[in-house]
């Protein structure tokens, strides 16, 4: 449950050898769900690349709660065809928090390219303690405004597997939001995003069993920097 999108952070620089990046969200959100009891939380990731491989070490840390997650991974992109890109990867999750934890998880996607301004993706992630998988399938549809900013809305649909629960197999979130992007020098970017969730029935059930409520949709946003060197 990495929450920070190594893979997307990195495929934009595929050019660069070393990648530095800082991100913090007001939340910590993945699968339509809040992980934190307070507070948002903190990333940096540092990842090397050659060519189409990436290997990358991810470190997040809560803001207000005591919370550590560590990543560490490799993915490898494939170029399939003119217009289809592929990847494949896998990481390594440990926590630290008020439980220790770890996991391991083998993820892909498949994106198709042949419209510049409207990018379909669906992406599976694999949890092997859980033995569930997760699958999302998303629309991004970036548009340049100048040659430094860039706006991308986006809107995405999660399907639970077993992946975060048991009780209900299928439809889990959808969310939807707008990412910004702007290129401070040739090797610095930063963006920032607003984001909003809706809960499904695996969500509803979940909390039901749980015995939560109130509100179970979710609004956070988040800033995000990157050097490439």
């Known amino acids: 449950m990495a929450g920070i999108l190594i893979s997307s952070s990195v495929s934009e620089l595929s050019a660069s050898e070393f990648t530095l ?92 390219t042949l419209v510049n301004w409207l990018l379909p993706t669906v992406s599976y992630t694999y949890a092997t303690e859980a033995a569930g998988y997760f699958v999302e399938v998303s629309l991004h549809s970036p548009w340049d405004i100048t040659e430094q900013l860039s706006v991308t809305p986006y809107m995405l649909q999660g399907f639970d597997f077993q992946y975060v629960t048991e009780q209900h197999d299928g439809a889990n979130h959808i969310q939807f939001g707008v990412e910004a992007g702007y290129a401070l020098s040739n090797n610095v970017k930063l963006s920032m995003h607003i984001s909003r969730t809706k809960a499904l029935e695996d ?26 060197f």
């Not at 990436?54 to 919370?67: I, K």
């Not at 969500?203 to 995000?224: C, F, M, P, W």
């Open 21 to 112: 990046d800082m991100a913090w969200d007001s939340e910590y959100i993945s699968e339509g769900r809040n992980n934190l009891n307070k507070g948002g939380i903190a990333w940096g990731v540092a990842s090397v690349h050659q060519d189409d491989l990436v290997v990358f070490a991810a470190l997040g840390r809560g803001d207000q709660t005591h919370y550590i997650e560590w990543n560490f991974g490799v993915e490898y992109t494939l170029h399939l065809h003119a217009q289809l890109e592929a990847t494949i990867g896998y990481q390594r999750l440990e926590f630290y928090g008020d439980e220790r934890a770890s996991d391991n998880e083998l993820f892909s996607s498949l994106t198709y």
């Open 203 to 228: 969500i509803k059930r979940e909390a039901s069993v749980d015995g939560v409520t109130g509100s179970l949709n979710q609004t956070y946003a988040g800033v995000h920097i990157n050097w490439a």
